[in-house]
């Protein structure tokens, strides 16, 4: 028996039928979402830690990838050959969607293990830890975003209502964020070799992705798509990029995008809520 146990600051774990119910899993998501006073402030006071005494305060994020987008977009748009006020303004884009899902994933999966304090200390739903995850990136993505509206200043996009379209996106993006962070949480607090590998896993799908080049850049055969094009669509990532990018470039989206990404989120939904049913009880005597 652990230490915590024995000190009754943890209770024993739970055994049979009563720790493994749908319903408990629920009562988690659903108590975490009501305890947001809580989350909310766990959240902006994490963004508030990291850059306390520097000088620009949270605008280094902002800095910091703004400078790598426009550094990229520059390079690669020379070596493309690809004109700068259509490509800088996709790469910037790219980035800052990337930044949101790879730091989803990554510190979705440490989310439990960095907070083992607060679980063992503080009587709370798991579910508000991935909730003060996501949020802390929301508010990362809050201050990107701000790169992209001067962009789209100095170099203006074709913009419609379907611009409108990104809020949606956003959105599923959120509610991914939320599923990952459970089963890759969760999962990585047992098997600590997964956030390894989930590091180089993400570092390999950030290049196979259209972020810092694009799908023309692949050729077309004969006016039908292809053998690469059809790989690359094989990749989720793909599809949650273009349904975001998509409409703040004023460019129509096709269906079948949004289709794939909403598939991939009841599939991680109903992953998520298995892992909870099953495991949610036992992240205090991994962390």
Not at 50 to 64: E, K, M, N, V
Not at 159 to 172: D, E, R
Request: hydrophobic share 50%; proline share 5%.
């Amino acid at each position: 028996m652990s230490a915590e146990v024995m000190q009754g600051r943890v209770p024993p774990p739970p055994t049979g039928a009563t720790s493994r119910s749908m319903r408990r899993a629920f009562d988690d998501l659903s108590a975490g979402l009501n305890a947001r006073e809580l989350w909310l402030h766990l959240g902006w006071q994490d963004i508030k830690q990291r850059y306390r005494r520097s000088l620009l305060g949270p605008l280094w994020i902002t800095i910091a990838t703004g400078v790598t987008a426009v550094a990229m977009g520059l390079l690669y748009g020379e070596l493309f050959h690809m004109d700068i006020k259509s490509f800088l303004p996709y790469v910037t884009l790219g980035f800052i969607f990337w930044n949101f899902i790879q730091n989803s994933i990554l510190e979705g999966a440490e989310v439990f293990s960095k907070n083992e304090g607060l679980i063992k200390q503080l009587p709370s739903p798991v579910s508000v830890h991935v909730y003060r995850m996501v949020w802390r990136q929301l508010i990362i993505f809050a201050h990107n975003i701000v790169i992209y509206i001067a962009i789209l200043i100095i170099f203006p996009q074709p913009l419609n209502w379907t611009a409108l379209l990104a809020i949606p996106a956003v959105a599923l993006f959120v509610i991914n964020g939320v599923w990952v962070s459970i089963v890759f949480g969760i999962l990585s607090t047992r098997f600590r070799d997964i956030g390894q590998l989930l590091t180089t896993a993400v570092q390999l799908v950030f290049f196979m992705t259209p972020i810092i080049w694009t799908t023309e850049n692949l050729g077309k055969q004969t006016g039908e798509k292809s053998e690469r094009l059809k790989l690359v669509e094989l990749n989720p990532m793909y599809h949650y990029l273009d349904i975001a990018r998509g409409p703040l470039l004023g460019e129509p989206v096709a269906f079948y995008h949004w289709a794939v990404v909403i598939g991939c989120t009841i599939v991680g939904w109903l992953m998520a809520l298995a892992v909870m049913r099953n495991y949610r009880a036992r992240v205090a005597y991994w962390v």
